[in-house]
């Protein structure tokens, strides 16, 4: 199964990333418009995964504060447009520890820097628009996700199957 760990956006921060998608929509930007309810950001992606056991157990092993979230600018990574998210060092070190608790069970991740985004286009078609900034809005994270993605007639489906409270 393949799998990722994720923050789901709060209800506010989904309505205005809802309304910046149809502000993007309305300029002309085409593309593959991310649906509102796979909007989330990646904390570790795993791709294909077994057993998700040593995943969980590593999930639990990280101790875990609330952290707080706003949006800022979007910027583009490839064919990608996302909108940025700024956060304290509490979700760095969180994402930091996270990825050595899976590595440390043997389950590999990616190793990238971790630069909390929201995808919300994909395959990004014709100009890209000025850098607009979304509203500035916050959440508090009080909740980490664990997430199987399947394709089911044609489209992308989240299914949550396991989370923790942090």
Known sequence: MRLFIAVWPSDNIKKELIRFMHDLKTQGTGGNYVPAQNLHMTLAFLGEIKNADPVKEAMASVPAEHFRLSLTDCGYKGD???????????????????????????????????????????????????????????????????????????????????????
Do not use: W
Request: glycine residues 6%; aromatic residues 6%; proline residues 5%.
């Open 80 to 166: 990608l447009l996302y909108v940025g998210v700024k956060g304290n060092q509490k979700i760095k070190k969180y994402v930091s520890d996270l990825k050595m608790a899976l590595s440390q069970r043997g389950i590999e991740c990616d190793k990238s820097k971790f630069e909390p985004h929201i995808t919300v286009i994909r395959g990004l078609k014709g100009k890209r628009p000025a850098k607009p900034a979304a509203a500035p809005e916050e959440m508090t994270v009080k909740k980490i996700s664990l997430v199987k993605s399947e394709e089911k007639d044609g489209k992308r489906i989240y299914k949550e199957i396991y989370s923790m409270t942090v």
